[in-house]
């Protein structure tokens, strides 16, 4: 099992920025694509981006291009979102996942952290 733990939401500007972190138990984090999804109030929960285990190769979804940097740490286990020039409409909750490369469906979730832009 692997647990995750987002971190590093908040209220913020637009215009902000914000780093998102993402925490991993156990030692098999490098073993996993890394994925980022968010889900605003009302609507399905969406994907973001994603990072594969070696950090070498990054998708984003359209609407965050420019703008939102995924990274990951295998030696700590972490995976991390930047945020910058942050709209109203990237209002949501923010949830990091892993996948076994290749799957269609990521198997471990966190709890997310709530990412609020003010206008």
């Known amino acids: 099992q692997v647990q995750l733990v987002e971190s590093g939401g908040g209220l913020v500007q637009a215009g902000g920025s914000l780093r998102l972190s993402c925490a991993a138990s156990g030692r098999t984090f490098s073993t996993y694509t890394m994925g980022w999804f968010r889900q605003a109030p009302g609507k399905e929960r969406d994907f973001v981006a994603a990072i594969n285990r070696s950090g070498t190769s990054t998708s984003y979804v359209d609407s965050v291009k420019g703008r939102f940097t995924i990274s990951r740490d295998n030696a700590k286990n972490t995976g991390y979102l930047q945020m910058n020039a942050l709209k109203p409409e990237d209002t949501a909750v923010y949830y990091c996942?892993?996948?076994?490369?290749?799957?269609?469906?990521?198997?471990?979730w966190g709890q997310g952290t709530q990412v609020t832009v003010s206008s």
């Open positions: 996942a892993l996948k076994t490369p290749g799957a269609n469906e990521y198997n471990y």
